[in-house]
């Protein structure tokens, strides 16, 4: 149950947070913060280190390229409007490129590198208020692939578990399905892959965080998966230890165990589940972070429905940081077809403890091959009669409602 009281909660904070409705292509972002939501800011040294290092692979690669660089981006720009939860207008303007380049060494070897710029203003900045000009490294990364076995290396992505809305067993790089367009973000680490069989896939990771920590091991992840398909079906298991960290947080370590399925037949199944396990606390099922859901196509109508059970010392709570506080979510998309270029989706987010609901519309149009027209609106409601701060409601997220409108070009 949320227990924060009007008035004495923080906001869900979506402007660093990650994640993507299914088949929303809106940028529509609450007023809380709308900035690139990529990998956390590395220090300078760091940042330099990396450019360094793009620089020269971007001029050394092309001598022992297989094949050309392959290029690829979007430009999103966008204007919107909408309503503080104190009934202040909003208001706002933004442009954000994404470019990304993969080259190919000797057939086994690529090297991947991806770079975001934003400019925005109003209702779309990071800072309340303020214009701001970004830049920053989405993808970064080294991959050695041979028939057996590969290896990643850099700032990259690393995801686990089939969940599309909730994912806890994607613990490392959290969706936040508040937010209807999140973009990508990265992390710095290494993985390991080996393929002993066609249907079996083994990963060994170890993720770093950002900057530099003062005993050089804290807060690390180490861990392995263990990953095997079928015609109709999809399993998955994980276990991952974070290393101690300062502050007198968790000072003997946390382990996670995940596991997840996925079943396609005439209705597409799936579960997803992560248990948090800090030895210091009570082991009991306030670690479990649990989702469960189904989808189906109805002609033209694809519909999707997933739950979450949000245990309040489990990764996907806020403590722990996830991206909510309340036990019991349910999502639901509803994606209508009207042509082969354009469709309308109906979201829907609910907080089943608070009563608060977060429902989206999103139309889109492809006016051409690779330039889409997007149109959303959001609306955070609190339907409980009651002093209990709903966790989706207007309050919590800022705003009464916001409308956006923008265009997309891929290249």
Request: net charge negative; charged share 15%; aromatic share 12%.
């Amino acid at each position: 149950m949320n227990t924060n009281t009007k008035g004495g909660s923080l906001p869900l904070v979506p402007a660093r947070a990650t994640g993507r409705w299914p088949f929303a292509r809106s940028s529509t972002t609450p007023s809380t913060g709308a900035g690139p939501r990529n990998a956390p800011g590395l220090i300078p040294a760091q940042a330099a280190m990396w450019m360094c290092a793009a620089l020269f692979l971007c001029v050394n690669l092309p001598l022992d390229a297989a094949d050309g660089p392959s290029f690829s981006g979007l430009l999103d720009v966008k204007t919107g409007g909408g309503m503080t939860d104190t009934g202040e207008a909003l208001s706002g303007f933004d442009v954000y490129a994404a470019l990304r380049l993969q080259e190919r060494v000797k057939d086994t070897v690529t090297f991947y590198t991806a770079f975001n710029v934003q400019a925005a203003s109003g209702m779309f900045a990071p800072v309340a208020d303020g214009q701001v000009a970004l830049f920053e490294t989405e993808r970064l990364y080294l991959r050695w692939a041979e028939d057996t076995w590969g290896l990643d290396a850099g700032l990259m992505p690393l995801h686990f578990g089939y969940g599309q809305v909730f994912a806890p067993s994607d613990f490392l790089i959290k969706k936040n399905p508040a937010v209807l367009d999140a973009r990508p973000r990265g992390i710095i680490g290494a993985a390991f892959t080996q393929y002993p069989h066609d249907n079996v896939k083994l990963t060994e990771f170890a993720v770093f965080p950002p900057g530099v920590l003062p005993s050089g091991w804290e807060d690390h992840h180490f861990g392995a998966a263990f990953e095997s398909h079928f015609s109709a079906a999809s399993f998955q298991a994980l276990y991952a230890f974070q290393t101690a960290a300062g502050s007198g947080l968790y000072d003997e370590g946390v382990h996670y165990f995940g596991g997840s399925l996925k079943l396609e037949a005439e209705i597409g199944l799936l579960a997803d589940t992560l248990y948090r396990y800090d030895p210091v606390g009570t082991f009991d099922h306030e670690g479990l972070a649990l989702s469960a859901g189904a989808d189906y196509t109805f002609g033209k109508l694809y519909v999707l429905a997933e739950y979450l059970y949000n245990g309040k010392n489990s990764a996907s709570h806020r403590t722990a940081g996830g991206m909510f506080t309340t036990r019991s979510l349910l999502a639901a998309t509803f994606l209508y077809t009207l042509s082969d270029l354009t469709n309308i989706t109906v979201q829907g987010l609910w907080s089943l403890d608070d009563r608060s609901l977060l429902p989206s519309l999103v139309f889109s149009h492809d006016l051409m091959q690779g330039f889409t027209l997007t149109v959303s609106a959001q609306v955070p409601l609190d339907l409980a009669d009651s002093d209990i701060l709903g966790e989706l409601g207007p309050e919590a997220m800022g705003q009464r409602f916001s409308l956006s409108a923008g265009v997309r070009l891929r290249i």
